[in-house]
């Protein structure tokens, strides 16, 4: 039997059904090393540490067992994020338990990345000063120091106005964060005009260095501008044979900025 509108709604909203469009939670990819969630942790209190990001910006890793999902701090100031503030995604950016936690509106630049780029295991959004004036010029972002080299050749430039037109500039749904993956494309670094940048790695150690020395370089390329007379960047080459002692190497500063990070964790 057909139920009056009435009824039906008086049945939903006593629970009495379900909501016809209700959606089911997506599964967990499983357990997560503890060592590997307090890596994450720590990334959001290191990255603050550094300036790279304040009371905004985020950063995730792609799920250690199950590729299909990611992991991400709730919608929170990043030097806040403790381990159980730790949110489970699919790479719909759909997150597995809630419990009633916020999420950040720009999400999807993690979900679409992470779908657009399997050999990417952690993501940084920043809104980092010292890369802002790139992504609003026609100067591009290039190495001019070796632990930039990540950056060579140049740095792409997502231009949010080419998908949304007048916006909020925020990639706040899938079809803005497929957008700023083609935009990434194979690079390490993309900046967002007006916003910021998105940085990407295969541990979240390196997504950190990336991060920090992506607004070093930027701010070590302004001063070396203002000087007037040519800049010389890396080259190409010279880049790609410093990555190699960059990926054996960063560890150590890695280990400097955690120790300093957990020095300051709560109960220290």
């Known amino acids: 039997m057909r139920l009056p509108r ?9 629970g009495g059904i379900s909501p016809l469009h209700a959606q089911t939670a ?16 720590l990334a959001n209190r290191v990255l603050t540490d550094l300036n790279v990001i304040d009371g905004f910006g985020h950063v995730s890793m792609r799920h250690p067992s199950n590729p299909n999902r990611y992991l991400m701090g709730r919608s929170v100031a990043p030097a806040l994020v403790v381990a159980d503030d730790i949110l489970e995604y699919d790479l719909d950016s759909n997150p597995v338990d809630a419990r009633g936690r916020n999420s950040f509106l720009e999400r999807f ?7 657009a780029r399997p050999d990417v295991m952690a993501i940084v959004h920043t809104h980092s000063p010292g890369v802002i004036p790139f992504s609003v010029s026609s100067v591009p972002l290039r190495p001019v120091f070796h632990l930039g080299a990540f ?7 997502f231009e949010i106005r080419d998908t949304a037109g007048q916006s909020n ?8 964060g497929k957008a700023l993956a083609a935009t990434l494309g194979d690079r390490n670094v993309a900046l967002m005009r007006g916003h910021g ?11 950190v260095f990336r991060a920090h020395y992506s607004n070093v370089n930027a701010q070590l390329q302004m001063q070396a501008m203002s000087l007037g007379g040519p800049v010389t960047f890396m080259e190409a080459e010279e880049s790609q044979k410093t990555l190699g002692v960059i990926e054996q ?8 900025w955690k120790r300093a990070a957990l020095e300051k964790m709560p109960g220290k």
Do not use: C
């Open 197 to 207: 940048s998105v940085v990407v790695a295969a541990t979240v150690p390196m997504a």
């Open 6 to 14: 009435f009824a039906l709604f008086m049945l939903l909203l006593t």
């Open 169 to 176: 500039m925020l990639v706040s749904n899938a079809q803005l």
């Open 26 to 41: 997506p599964a967990s990819g499983g357990p997560i090393d503890p060592a590997a969630m307090q890596d994450l942790v």
């Open 109 to 115: 630049i993690h979900g679409e990345i992470y779908k």
């Open 249 to 256: 190497i960063h560890g150590r500063a890695w280990d400097l």
């Open 151 to 157: 950056l060579s050749p140049s740095v792409p430039v």
